[in-house]
Structure formats: C-alpha cells, structure tokens
C-alpha cells in the first residue's frame, strides 16, 4: 500500500482520502507499510519499508550523517529518508524493489511510492510515449528510465541521495550504488549469506506465512529456507499449481521430493487449476495497479491461488522465487566482458558450450561477442533510434549491448516516431553508472525492471488480502552478486550454479541436479485459442483509440497467433498487458486527496 509526503512540513499539505499521517512530520501512508522514525538535532530520520535494521541502528542513522550503503547494508526492500529545514533527502533502493516518485506540486515537492496517487494530486493523464516504450520495445525498459506511467510524475533514482528542496526548485542526484567488483568471501557464501537474511526476516515479522513450491530452485529454496527460519514444529504451507488432472510431471515430482526431505518443515498443498484459470482469461477483471502488472495475462490463475490460499490456508504473507532468474543467470553480454578482459580461451569455451546448449553456430556469438566488446555502450545507443526503425544496421544478434526484436507491422507512424523520440532522449542523458562491465550493467537494467514491475504483482496480490515478497530482489541480495568478479562469475550454460552451491546442503541433492524448469508456452497458446473471441473483440481497442496501434493489423496476428502460427509473443502479450491496464485505470476511480491538513509542526 502506497506511502508519501511532501518536501516541506508547511500547514497546507493535503492527504489521501483515508491515509494515516505521520504526526510533526509531512508523512501519510495508506495501509500497514512500516515506518521507524526517529528525531536527533533537529533532523527527523524515516526508515521506510521492510527493513533489517534494529531500533538501535535506526537510531544511528539519525546520530550520524547517513551511510552511503545505507539502503543495501540490511535484508529488506526499504528506502531512508531525512526531513531537514531545507527539504527532504531521500536515499533510495538500489535494486528499485521499493520505488519512490516525485511532482512537483504548488512550490514544494510531492513523493510517494504510487505515480497514481501523485498522478490524482497534479491531475496528471497517462504519459503516451511511456506506454509506446512499453509495448514496442519491451526487451528495452531503459528507454523509460526516470519516467513513470503518469506524464510529469517521475521515478527517482535507484540507488541514489536526492535531494526535494522545500521550495520546489529543481531536485539533485547523486549515485551512491556502484555494483564494482569486491574480493573477499566466494560468491557462492556471499549469496547465501544474503538470501538467507532476507528470507529470515519475512519469516520473523510476516505473519501467516506462504510460499510457493513450484518444483524450481528458486522457489524451492525461498520454501526451504523460510521452514527453516519459523520456530520449532511449525509447518510452513508450501504451494504447487497443477493443471487439474494431472498429477505428475516434473515440477511436480521435484516438489514432492523437496517436502518429503523437510522433516515436517514444510506442509505440502496442491492446487489444481481449470481451464478458466488459463492465461488471457477475464482480463476485464484485472484490479488497478500503479503500472501494468507483469502478471496481467495470467491473473486468473495468481488470483485464484491467493484466494485460495488466503480462504483454505490464513496466508497473509507468501513469498516467491520470482527475481532469481535474474539475479542468477549471465546475460550473453558476458561473452564480451570476457573479450575485453583477454580472457580468451575461457571466452570460446562458453560461447562453445553455449552454442550447444541453444542448438546454434558458435561463430556467430563470438563475432557478436567481439564486436560488442570494441563498442561502448554509448556508441550502441547513438545508433539505437536508427536500428530501432530499421534505419541503421539490422544486427539482431543476441551478443550486443541493446538487442531488440523487429517492430511489428501493427505500430503505427505515431508510435514508432514517439519511440524514436524516447531512445534519442536516453541516448543524450549521462549514464549514473559508468565504466561498469557490460554483463553486469546490462543485469542491473534487467534487475530493476523486474523489481519495479514486481511492485504491481504485489498490487495484485494486495487486492486478494496478501502481501507478496520476493527476496531475491532485496537489494543486499543482489549487491550481494553483482558485486562478482569477472573470474568468478557463472557461465553462460550453466544452470544457476552459485545458488545451488550455496544451498547445496538445505536442498535435495536430485534438484541441485536440476538444468531445466517446467515452460508454459503451450498453456499461453491454449489460453489465447480459447479466448480469442474476446481478444478480438476488445483487444488492442484502448490503444487503437491513442492510434498507437493499427487495430485490424494487431487482430490479424492475434489470429495467426492463435493458430499457432510461429512467432514472438514479446509484443502481442505487451499490448495485451498495456491495453487491459488503460482499460481499469480509464474505470478505476481517481484517488481522492482530501482538504488540508492543519496544526501541522
């Protein structure tokens, strides 16, 4: 639930409607988000958020100037704020788990952890060109960076001291969050180290406790290390969806051998799920989110397991493995990294160990890999707008800085003018990370949309009485691992091996074993063939109606689609999402601020 205030504590500061206020300070909060403040020298400190820290480091931050690795030195997703004589300094999430925003609103600054609120107090409409970003470009969240959904309202920062000046004047930033290299403790330890804090944590303070135990690594250790955390002869409720009727596979099979290995730590529960709960079904029910949820396609089913969850199990809190994926794979940029670094001959091991594994050439990923590594990331994003549109080299290969799929026949000119218009704006800002390698500047990109989009998940969730958490997307987590040397760091065909190297004595030594995971290609077919009808009815019409898209066009390939024509689902699912959220937010009702808030210090 979303939290906020203002850069300044003068009387005439209005609240949403039904919010808690802060008392002496600008502060409101709808919901239960914690908040630890406390006061020394004329300067009042908020942690916000979930956060490790105990009362008497809380108090530090107050009695001290704040650290600068104050937002990743504690498991949590949490930011720190400082409200001074002058305004507020915010220091904000690195990994951008908890994202914060800003307007600027009659001489002074509006924060909040919802664009949508602040969105309703500027009387801000839908910012156009981030939606074109959204869905013409999706492997290339970037092209939004600092932008929310809201035109005007702007995401600040992760990782970063900013300063609201009390008055309104223009805000300043400075990056405190560098993933460099660290020697030290194998990584492997490192991510244990990490994880398991994070996982304690919600554990210790989540009341009614879930998780998912999908039969991957990733949930399953979230699962394990949670029954783990929870006091003597307590069950932790670990859940598997299954399509109704079948009761084997291997998800399945891996889930069974993981709780049957717990010793009555974990309490296993199947879910079967239905034909209605398939993806692009209901999708005119999805509930209002800040931005588009990753998992509006596939509402029905998450919507379903939380209410069975909260109605047959009391959950409250359920915890996800969504986010190792990230965290735990090289993107194929390492290829590069390598290269650059002289690190030949391990450079042609795994791109040859990767062509096999894909089924591919070699050449081509080193010659890739090679001419990526005599680029720099700005001279790959002088040349974006033009490849974007077809103009300049068509290198779709997968070893480069900014790989993109071809834009579909059904963008419009407007569309895809707005889109160029959004990569030379990116292009001419100054990247806050220089001189970082490439796999791992291209990680960080990747890991903060993740955990920024996750946010609207945990919207989803909220709506169903849940709170979601997904600790891998702590920001002391992933510190934890970017913070890799090259040397050091996973192969590219590899299946996660720091995790389970890291948990090779908590998790069964036949799902360590692990290289693959169950796919849900063919369920997404299957829900696109069975609700096509409506698809075709409504699908695409909000963004038809922006003339961002041609709609007869986007019906037709929904159509082949359907019928199971070979093609990338990337940009027909990212309308999808896109259009069903402009469609409940056009129905949703505006957040309501209400009158001034008065006898404020």
Wanted: a neutral charge.
């Amino acid at each position: 639930m979303p939290i906020g205030g203002f850069s300044t504590t003068r009387p005439d500061l209005p609240h949403p409607l039904g919010a808690e206020t802060i008392p002496t300070s600008s502060l409101w909060r709808l919901g239960s988000t914690p908040v630890r403040t406390t006061q020394r020298r004329g300067r009042r400190l908020h942690v916000i958020g979930l956060c490790g820290a105990t009362d008497d480091e809380v108090q530090r931050l107050a009695d001290l100037p704040v650290p600068t690795r104050a937002t990743w030195q504690w498991p949590g997703t949490y930011a720190v704020l400082e409200e001074l004589e002058h305004g507020l300094v915010l220091h904000t999430d690195p990994a951008a788990a908890l994202p914060l925003y800003a307007v600027a609103w009659r001489g002074t600054w509006a924060w909040s952890t919802s664009p949508r609120y602040l969105g309703a107090l500027v009387g801000a409409r839908v910012d156009i060109e981030r939606m074109v970003c959204a869905v013409l470009a999706p492997s290339l969240p970037i092209l939004a960076t600092g932008r929310s959904v809201f035109a005007g309202v702007q995401q600040l920062p992760p990782g970063a001291r900013i300063e609201l000046p009390s008055d309104g004047t223009p805000r300043t930033a400075t990056t405190t969050w560098r993933p460099d290299p660290v020697n030290g403790a194998p990584p492997h330890l490192r991510l244990r180290v990490a994880l398991t804090s994070a996982v304690r944590l919600r554990a210790h303070t989540g009341p009614a406790l879930s998780c998912d135990l999908s039969g991957g690594l990733d949930s399953t250790t979230m699962a394990v290390l949670a029954s783990r955390a929870l006091p003597a002869g307590t069950a932790l409720p670990g859940v598997t969806i299954h399509p109704q009727g079948i009761l084997d596979g291997a998800d399945l099979h891996y889930a069974r051998l993981t709780a049957a290995a717990s010793q009555g730590r974990l309490r296993h529960h199947l879910l079967p799920l239905g034909d209605e709960h398939r993806p692009y079904t209901r999708l005119t029910d999805v509930p209002v989110t800040d931005e588009p949820a990753p998992s509006t396609l596939t509402q029905a089913r998450l919507q379903a397991q939380l209410r069975w969850m909260r109605r047959e199990l009391g959950t409250r809190t359920h915890l996800t493995g969504d986010g190792g994926d990230s965290i735990l794979f090289q993107p194929p940029a390492h290829l590069a990294d390598l290269l650059r670094h002289h690190r030949y001959a391990r450079a042609a091991g795994e791109a040859l160990g990767w062509a096999r594994l894909r089924h591919t050439s070699v050449a081509p990923l080193l010659r890739d890999a090679a001419a990526m590594a005599t680029t720099t990331r700005e001279q790959a994003l002088a040349t974006l707008p033009a490849e974007l549109t077809g103009g300049g080299k068509n290198n779709r290969g997968n070893v480069r800085w900014f790989p993109a799929l071809p834009l579909p026949a059904w963008a419009t000119p407007p569309a895809v003018r707005l889109l160029t218009e959004a990569a030379e704006d990116y292009a001419a800002a100054p990247d806050p990370l220089p001189g970082l390698d490439a796999s791992v500047r291209t990680l960080v990109d990747e890991i903060r949309e993740v955990a920024r989009t996750a946010v609207a998940d945990a919207e989803l969730a909220s709506a169903c009485g849940i709170e979601l958490h997904n600790p891998f997307l702590d920001a002391s987590v992933v510190d934890a691992v970017l913070r890799t040397p090259l040397g050091q760091r996973p192969s590219l065909y590899t299946y996660k091996p720091v995790l389970t190297k890291a948990f090779a004595d908590a998790l069964p030594a036949e799902l360590t074993a692990r290289t693959t995971k169950g796919a849900f290609e063919a369920d997404h077919f299957a829900g696109m063939r069975a609700a096509l009808p409506e698809l075709l009815d409504t699908g695409g019409m909000h963004l038809a109606s922006l003339d961002l898209i041609d709609g007869k066009l986007f019906r037709a390939q929904l159509r082949q689609a359907a019928a199971g024509v070979p093609m990338p689902l990337a940009h027909i699912e990212q309308a999808l999402a896109v259009d069903t959220w402009l469609h409940t937010i056009g129905r949703a009702p505006v957040p309501a601020w209400v009158a001034p808030v008065t006898g404020r210090a």
